[in-house]
């Protein structure tokens, strides 16, 4: 037996040299294939400061390589997966913004019109431009109701006949567009049909060119099959990565979320598939100088994400330099970026300085990154000599001047700190050669190091109310909210932001967005509607003005002929957008409350959490509705226990309601209070409650066909006095 067990054992060494040879450590590590261990930083209780030997990094080399051939052996194809004849373009995809519709660089809601060119005159000014976006019309809206991600695609303004005339413009311009597809979003509304069907349908209505796959590790084959056998083949970009190797197949793209190393990751995916184009996605940092030095070093592309969920995260001067020219090597150097020879870790003549080398017939590029944080200079590369060579330095947009001994040729320049290079070896360079020397020769001029990394939030600014007329008697239905001191404390409730700067809103009293607010401030007395607008007053409305919205799509969506259906007169209106409540009130001569008028008028001066009171008590508030589709609201005035302290009633649990609005450069959104009675279940990424008196919700605003939604109502407030609160 004991021989038989030797025998076994050689025969395991002999069939898996794979794990005999190497250290375990170069084998993936989730995306990341980490580099050889002899690059790293020193520390005192381990390695010194040395450059890899030779003979190192080929160990390393041959490693990764033996696990290459067997990855894709195991995936199915041990000779890659590049994509078909039609979808190409997804391998030169190197700059991708997730871009939010609500942007205001992208809409422009008094004009009612997509404003393509000055989204990309813009993005093409501050860092070269795109070549593909990704637009995102769902989350964090999505869940406010019933609505699915596929009728809030419908809802867009215009709907899918205008979203394909953006699309168009966008296709002018050669940048391909992206939609996301939810797969979690299974808590609203049935769409009737597969996800596959539906999003593959959707894509081809507008003539989109790819679906990203949001929170999705892999889009399964049936999402491409499905979109073949409608004649709109599409590519596939989940966000996870891959569920496995054998994805690659038919997910072309894939974003990453690294972990940064002072000697830079090789990407699993393009390691495995050349073409395979991943962006690098860290959208919270303020500084993307290690995202996009691992993307130039793995030749993949950068998720140029700033408008996260409204929250402006624009790039610093120096990221957005880096950036454009880092596109600009990638882009004009694509085809070289996908060579089988890739070569990672290809040897260099300084400690810190990292370089892959990418053969292509009778040229050579080399992709140099300095994570050392001062400039380095001097000799860089040495290479074996070749007859007839030309070198040039990519990123200075010169040509180099080598130095020749015994078959070797050594290449000396400078890379700034933090910075990148970029290499080329050609016997015979193309005439566009030169034009793009130049073009790099005048931005190198201005060193990287020139432009400032200082970030700030952008500032945000509320839109002002006009006082109504001072009414020394309550009007019709109004209670009076007393003047008092109060202490105004609130928190937004989004899932996503932390506690960065620039996330929720910024009162005018601060200095930036925060999520946090905490602020003293003395209340002049005011009238309040003591309950919600409802349908019958707001039908009372329109048949005195005849007032119709320009964008009216999804108004009063639950109406019919005109009228709300019978037995809802009492019921709290709904789908009605902010514009339309302000016009309401304005023919009241009322007008909406600031969020604090609100938030005052339902705690009172006591802090208390609910209207009612301290503890949570579920007879105060309707019935929670987690059903796929949205039961109506309840009357007004169903539980008077709950009102607050001056009487107002429904403030909490049956619809959210419109307060303020908020705008900065990019974004508008409005304040809601008060939560609603409807809750979709099945995942963590739907619309937030906010039932406590000490939290709101922050709604992105696009237009109002979008805006209006079965679960936000209005009540309005009227003044006492010339005197505004602030």
């Given at each position: 037996?004991?021989?038989q067990c030797l ?6 060494l002999l ?8 250290p ?10 980490p580099?050889p261990?002899?690059d790293a ?7 010194t400061a ?14 990764v ?7 894709r052996?195991?995936a199915?194809?041990?000779h890659g ?6 979808l190409?373009?997804s391998e030169?995809?190197f700059?991708?913004?997730q871009v939010?519709?609500?942007d205001r660089y992208?809409?422009?809601?008094d004009r009612g ?10 993005v093409?000014?501050?860092?070269g431009g ?10 964090p ?6 609505r699915?991600?596929?009728e809030m695609?419908?809802?867009l303004?215009?709907?899918p006949t205008?979203?394909?005339?953006m699309?168009?413009?966008f296709?002018r ?8 597809v ?10 009737g049909r597969?996800?596959?069907?539906a999003?593959?349908a959707?894509?081809?209505?507008v ?9 999705t590790?892999g ?6 099959e ?23 197949a ?11 190393q ?7 995916y393009?390691?495995?598939e050349p073409?395979?184009m ?8 303020h ?6 030095q ?5 030749g993949?592309?950068?998720?140029s994400?700033?408008?996260v969920?409204?929250?402006?995260n ?6 957005a330099e ?6 600009m ?5 694509a085809t070289?970026?996908?060579s ?10 300084e400690?810190?300085?990292?370089a ?12 140099l990154?300095n ?5 380095v ?7 074996p000599?070749?007859t ?5 330095d990519?990123?200075n947009?010169?040509e180099l ?19 990148f ?5 050609t016997a015979s ?7 793009f020397l130049?073009?790099m ?9 020139s ?8 500032k945000?600014?509320i ?17 009076l ?7 105004f ?12 700067d ?13 999520r946090?607010?905490d602020?003293?401030?003395?209340m002049?007395a005011?009238?309040m ?5 409802t349908?019958?007053?707001f039908k ?6 005849h007032?119709?919205?320009k ?9 019919k ?8 007169g ?15 009130a ?7 409350p600031?969020?604090?008028?609100w938030?005052?008028?339902?705690q ?16 105060q508030?309707?019935v929670?509705?987690h ?10 005035e ?5 009102a ?12 959210w309601?419109?307060?303020?609005e908020?705008?900065d450069?990019h974004?508008r959104?409005?304040?809601?209070r008060?939560?609603?009675h ?8 739907y ?10 919700g922050?709604?992105l605003?696009?237009?109002?066909s ?8 209005f ?6 006095s010339?005197?505004r609160?602030?």
């Amino acid at each position: 037996m004991w021989k038989q067990c030797l025998w076994l054992g050689l025969l395991l060494l002999l069939v898996h040299p794979l794990h005999a040879q190497a250290p375990p450590t170069y084998f993936p590590q989730g995306e990341q294939i980490p580099g050889p261990a002899c690059d790293a930083i020193p520390q005192y209780n381990g390695p010194t400061a040395r450059r890899c030997s030779p003979e190192e990094l080929q160990s390393w080399l041959d490693f990764v390589t033996r696990w290459r051939t067997q990855g894709r052996i195991r995936a199915g194809d041990d000779h890659g997966f590049a994509p078909p004849a039609g979808l190409e373009w997804s391998e030169n995809n190197f700059v991708q913004p997730q871009v939010m519709v609500h942007d205001r660089y992208l809409y422009d809601v008094d004009r009612g019109a997509y404003t393509v060119d000055r989204f990309l005159e813009d993005v093409d000014r501050r860092y070269g431009g795109v070549d593909s976006v990704l637009l995102w019309h769902t989350y964090p809206n999505l869940g406010i109701d019933d609505r699915n991600q596929y009728e809030m695609f419908r809802d867009l303004p215009g709907g899918p006949t205008a979203v394909k005339e953006m699309v168009e413009d966008f296709h002018r311009h050669h940048v391909r567009v992206f939609f996301p597809v939810m797969l979690w979003d299974q808590g609203t509304r049935d769409e009737g049909r597969p996800d596959w069907e539906a999003i593959a349908a959707e894509m081809k209505e507008v003539d989109a060119d790819g679906i990203n796959g949001d929170t999705t590790t892999g889009l399964p084959r049936i999402f491409a099959e499905t979109a073949e056998s409608l004649h709109h083949p599409i590519v596939f970009e989940p966000e996870l990565g891959l569920g496995s190797d054998e994805m690659l197949a038919y997910n072309y793209s894939s974003w990453g979320y690294w972990h940064d190393q002072f000697a830079p990751s090789v990407s699993r995916y393009k390691w495995l598939e050349p073409t395979h184009m991943v962006h690098l996605c860290a959208r919270w940092s303020h500084d993307h100088t290690d995202d996009l030095q691992e993307a130039f070093f793995n030749g993949i592309g950068f998720e140029s994400w700033e408008n996260v969920w409204g929250i402006w995260n624009q790039f610093t001067p120096r990221d957005a330099e880096a950036l454009r020219r880092v596109a600009m090597v990638e882009r004009r150097f694509a085809t070289m970026l996908t060579s089988a020879q890739w070569e990672p870790y290809t040897p260099t003549l300084e400690y810190g300085v990292f370089a892959s080398k990418w053969p292509a017939g009778r040229q050579t590029l080399w992709t140099l990154i300095n994570r050392n944080s001062f400039n380095v200079d001097g000799e860089q590369l040495a290479i074996p000599a070749e007859t007839g060579m030309r070198y040039f330095d990519l990123w200075n947009g010169q040509e180099l001047h080598p130095q020749s001994f015994k078959g070797q040729t050594t290449l000396s320049f400078e890379i700034e700190s933090r910075g990148f290079d970029a290499i080329l070896a050609t016997a015979s360079p193309d005439e566009g050669l030169q034009e793009f020397l130049k073009s790099m020769s005048r931005l190198s001029d201005r060193p990287l190091a020139s432009y400032s990394s200082l970030w700030q939030p952008l500032k945000m600014h509320i839109v002002e109310m006009p006082a109504t007329k001072s009414y020394a008697q309550a009007p019709d239905g109004m209670v009076l909210i007393p003047a008092g001191d109060f202490r105004f404390q609130v928190n937004g409730v989004e899932i996503e932001g932390m506690d960065e700067d620039g996330v929720d809103f910024q009162y005018p009293w601060e200095d930036s967005p925060r999520r946090y607010h905490d602020h003293l401030m003395h209340m002049h007395a005011y009238w309040m509607d003591k309950s919600l607008v409802t349908n019958a007053e707001f039908k009372r409305f329109l048949d005195a003005t005849h007032y119709r919205p320009k964008d009216d799509h999804n108004f009063l969506r639950d109406w019919k002929d005109g009228s709300y259906p019978e037995g809802w007169g009492n019921k709290p209106v709904t789908w009605v957008s902010i514009e339309d409540a302000r016009a309401y009130a304005t023919w009241a001569g009322k007008r909406l409350p600031h969020e604090w008028e609100w938030q005052y008028a339902a705690q009172g001066s006591d802090g208390r959490t609910y209207p009612w009171g301290d503890n949570w008590d579920q007879a105060q508030v309707p019935v929670v509705d987690h059903g796929r589709t949205m039961m109506p609201a309840k009357d007004v005035e169903m539980h008077p226990g709950a009102a607050s302290p001056f009487g107002v009633e429904d403030l909490v649990g049956n619809v959210w309601q419109w307060t303020d609005e908020y705008v900065d450069d990019h974004t508008r959104a409005a304040v809601l209070r008060g939560g609603s009675h409807y809750q979709p279940v099945g995942a963590i990424w739907y619309f937030p409650q906010a039932y406590k008196l000490s939290e709101h919700g922050k709604y992105l605003l696009m237009a109002p066909s979008l805006d209006r939604s079965g679960a936000i109502g209005f009540r309005c407030v009227a003044d006492i006095s010339s005197f505004r609160n602030n």
